[in-house]
């Protein structure tokens, strides 16, 4: 008997137990009333059931042995489970074990797919455990196994990613390079997809481009130059257009197409600040009609505010660039310093609103003492993510309102402001989070959640090294932890030369 992905999407504990599950997560009521366990709503692996009798697809002769020619005296017992292996190990001869079951190219086909979704959730999630993840990661796993089956740009780069890591963990060059190969179909899988008008208004499609930038991340052919990093925010470029093709109210149609939207925009975001324009997130409709009966999380409303902060990068750096008469430039000025209180006052009634959505480190972390350079550990991974993303929303506003406002960060040393907070506490707090969210039982997700707010802390710390070589250096130490991938290290050094100025860059040895 064969479990195929989709068909019941219960939790793992209810599926075993043969009860209907009420799908709530991450958790559901059904395991929590009865004081069990819930497995969560990861992928059941695959078996085949071989009665011993004939049938169509097992094989009714001993398979020889290639080199000796013999063949194994073991009969198939009866009523076993035999497990479906990669069809990559269909070779491996062992004369110990029962001949291999010839399968079906469907059931082949199926057992592969599994085996590379399974490495890459496990790759992707905190210890490899959905509910170990923050909410946007567990919509994004849940979602991806319902989509993979639904277009063939997904399911490739999907493939290309499980594959490569399969070809990484063993060691087999032939697995990674065979993954590579997947990575290009799946583009030319892509671009035939934005041809067809009603693929590429699919749920499934707007999730290709995330897929496509994780794979520039881990297996990116460039190392750490910054083409790398120019490969990624492509893709990121391309997500955005994908999302912006539909109006904003499209996305308060379905669930599904709410929950992309809502998971997306954060990232779409940190695109237009890396490319320092504004945004059409930025606009009343985006941040309405989307939650049309619905009510927006506080991560929602913090993401509104967030919206804002291209406009003002963009503004900023028009301010610090261009040519302008004395009037002009002073006009300027005051228009963009407006803006940076605007979002501040934002800032500070959100913060009101919720006081307990920020993680506030307490003695001997305290918040209030800048100077610390202990690490920061947090209660839970959840927490971790949305306080992180507070900070980085912080240090911009702040940052960009100090330019703005005329002070330095060259000539500034202090860690305080009287009239409002000062942008260096949000960066030195980032970098001691860093040790945090590099550590391996965080996975892909704690690396690639810190790369965007530490790129920010380092581009403002670096403007003052000797103010802040501490937490510089802080950030570099923790990216020379062992078991964090080198492949992450790699694309975090290749989005540093992006953002840092070559001297650090060249100082800390080129990681980000």
Known sequence: MVGISGRSRGCVTCRKRKKRC????????????RDTACGGYDLDRIFVYQTGRGNDFAAKKPVPNPDTGAT???????????????????????????PSIILPDAFARSAYTEKVMSTFIQMYLPRGRLAAADAEGREFVNMLSLLTVRDQALQLAVQAIGTAALGQSTGDEALTRQGRVLYGAALSETAAALRDSSRAKSEAALMVPRIMALFEVLF?????????????????????????GRDAEAYSYTDTAHSMFVNTRFRLVVSAVRTRTATVL????????????????????????FCG??????AVETLGSSAFSESKAGELRRHTVAKAWTLHHQLQDWLVANPRAIYTPTAPDCFDRINTIKPISFPHFECACGTLRYWVVALLI??????????????????EHSDRPHPRKYARLIARSAPYFFQEQHGLTGATTMSF???????????????????????????????????????LASMTKTLIPPSLAAKSGGEQ
């Open 282 to 305: 930025n606009n009343k409709e985006w941040k309405t009609l989307p939650w049309r009966s619905r009510v927006k999380t506080v991560n929602d409303t913090l993401v509104d505010i």
């Open 398 to 415: 702040y940052s960009h309102l100090d330019t703005a406002s005329g002070i330095s960060p060259e000539d500034d040393w202090s860690t």
């Open 220 to 244: 990116g052919a460039e190392a750490s130059s910054p083409a790398r990093a120019k490969s990624w925010l492509s893709h990121a470029i391309g997500e955005t257009a994908l999302i912006l």
């Open 22 to 33: 009420d799908l709530q997560r991450p958790e559901c009521r059904q395991c929590q009333g």
């Open 72 to 98: 194994p005296s073991q009969p198939l017992q009866r009523n076993q489970m035999l497990p479906v292996g990669s069809v990559l190990e269909s070779k491996v001869w062992n004369p110990r074990q029962p």
């Open 309 to 314: 902060v291209p406009e003002l990068r963009e």
């Open 453 to 491: 707010p530490l790129g920010m802390a380092l581009l403002y710390m670096s403007r003052n090294v000797p103010a802040d070589s501490r937490y510089i250096s802080m950030a570099m130490k923790a990216w020379e932890q062992p078991l964090l991938a080198s492949a992450v290290r790699d694309f």
